[in-house]
Nanobody, 124 residues
Framework: QVQLVESGGGLVQAGGSLRLSCAAS????????MGWFRQAPGKKREFAAA????????YYADSVKGRFAISRDNAKNTVYLQMNSLKPEDTAVYYC?????????????????WGQGTQVTVSS
C-alpha cells in the first residue's frame, strides 16, 4: 500500500504561483511513477502532468505545458507540481497518483493509488 497526501493548495490571484506537494508513505521502496490530475466542479478528472520514477521523463497536458513543472525528490518520497501563471480555469481539486508499474501517461485508470486532493482556486 502507498498512502499519498497532497498539500500546498490555496487561493491565488490570476498570474500567481503555487507549489503543490505530494508526500508518499507506506510501500515507498517500490519504484513508482507519479502523476497529477485535476477535477473542476461539474467536470471530469483530467490529466495535468506526470513523471517517471527517476525523474528523467516528464509529460504534460497541453493546457499546462510551459506553465507547470513536475519534479520529485525520491529521498523525501515527495513529488511537486510548480504552477506558474495561473489562470481561473486552473481552479480545481488537484490529486496526485502513483503507478507501481512505472506508467506515467495521461490515462487515470492505470494509476494504483490516489491522494485525497488539495483545492486550488484562482481568482480573476
Amino acid at each position: 500500500q502507498v498512502q499519498l497526501v497532497e498539500s500546498g493548495g490555496g487561493l491565488v490571484q490570476a498570474g500567481g504561483s503555487l507549489r503543490l506537494s505530494c508526500a508518499a508513505s507506506g510501500r515507498t521502496s517500490s519504484r513508482y511513477a507519479m502523476g497529477w490530475f485535476r477535477q473542476a466542479p461539474g467536470k471530469k478528472r483530467e490529466f495535468a502532468a506526470a513523471i517517471s520514477w527517476t525523474g528523467s521523463n516528464t509529460y504534460y497536458a497541453d493546457s499546462v505545458k510551459g506553465r507547470f513543472a513536475i519534479s520529485r525528490d525520491n529521498a523525501k518520497n515527495t513529488v511537486y507540481l510548480q504552477m506558474n501563471s495561473l489562470k481561473p480555469e486552473d481552479t480545481a481539486v488537484y490529486y496526485c497518483a502513483a503507478d507501481l508499474a512505472g506508467y506515467y501517461g495521461s490515462s487515470a485508470e492505470p494509476y494504483d493509488y490516489w491522494g485525497q486532493g488539495t483545492q486550488v482556486t484562482v481568482s480573476s
